[in-house]
T-cell receptor
Framework: EPEVTQTPSHQVTQMGQEVILRCVPISNHLYFYWYRQILGQKVEFLVSFYNNEISEKSEIFDDQFSVERPDGSNFTLKIRSTKLEDSAMYFC????????????FGEGSRLTVL | DQQVKQNSPSLSVQEGRISILNCDYTNSMFDYFLWYKKYPAEGPTFLISISSIKDKNEDGRFTVFLNKSAKHLSLHIVPSQPGDSAVYFCAASAGGGADGLTFGKGTHLIIQP
């Protein structure tokens, strides 16, 4: 069964460092998303991406964040200068149509900022 | 501002019985609701959804009920099985799209043998 894959599974970084989280969405999906879950809190929407551009972003997704689809398969989330409060599990998700919420999530990348 | 609320952080149910997970929402613009299940160290997995034009949707052991006037939905699992032990997230969206799904905090369902 096709799945969304994410790397790395866990990254530890120093505050102020740049981090890139990578995702390979399901191959025939057209809509891509990043969500995050801070430990003990709810899953929060960050950004959605379609047709090589951001279609929607939340207040969390400030200038420190960026997304890119550098080739036909990868979808990346970059955090330019990490802060302690960026420590969270980051989930990539994709779906084929975009008009239903049936997202397929990856297993997540745990980011720990020290 | 919690637009989607799951007031029970955990729920314990005996195997074979019915599990009922509840979710309330405040945003009247929400028109599409979903339930996701999450095991530890895995991403959320889609379970079942319901559009605001319906009040019930059933898929096997899972049924979602929507009460628009009360801004309340519930997920029923019958019969509950040990593999159902997981965290269940309620999510909602406005405009029927997947952009900006708003999640609740989740309910940890524990199925006891």
């Amino acid at each position: 069964e096709p799945e969304v894959t994410q790397t790395p599974s866990h990254q530890v970084t120093q505050m102020g460092q740049e981090v890139i989280l990578r995702c390979v969405p399901i191959s025939n999906h057209l809509y891509f998303y990043w969500y995050r879950q801070i430990l003990g809190q709810k899953v929060e929407f960050l950004v959605s991406f379609y047709n090589n551009e951001i279609s929607e972003k939340s207040e969390i997704f400030d200038d420190q964040f960026s997304v890119e689809r550098p080739d036909g398969s990868n979808f990346t989330l970059k955090i330019r200068s990490t802060k302690l409060e960026d420590s969270a599990m980051y989930f990539c998700a994709s779906n084929r149509q975009g008009d239903t919420g049936e997202l397929f999530f990856g297993e997540g990348s745990r980011l720990t900022v020290l | 501002d919690q637009q989607v609320k799951q007031n029970s952080p955990s729920l314990s149910v005996q195997e074979g019985r019915i599990s009922i997970l509840n979710c309330d929402y405040t945003n009247s613009m929400f028109d599409y609701f979903l339930w996701y299940k999450k095991y530890p160290a895995e991403g959320p997995t889609f379970l079942i959804s319901i559009s605001s034009i319906k009040d019930k949707n059933e898929d096997g052991r899972f049924t979602v009920f929507l009460n628009k006037s009360a801004k309340h939905l519930s997920l029923h699992i019958v019969p509950s099985q040990p593999g159902d032990s997981a965290v269940y997230f309620c999510a909602a969206s406005a405009g029927g799209g997947a952009d900006g799904l708003t999640f609740g905090k989740g309910t940890h369902l524990i199925i006891q043998p």
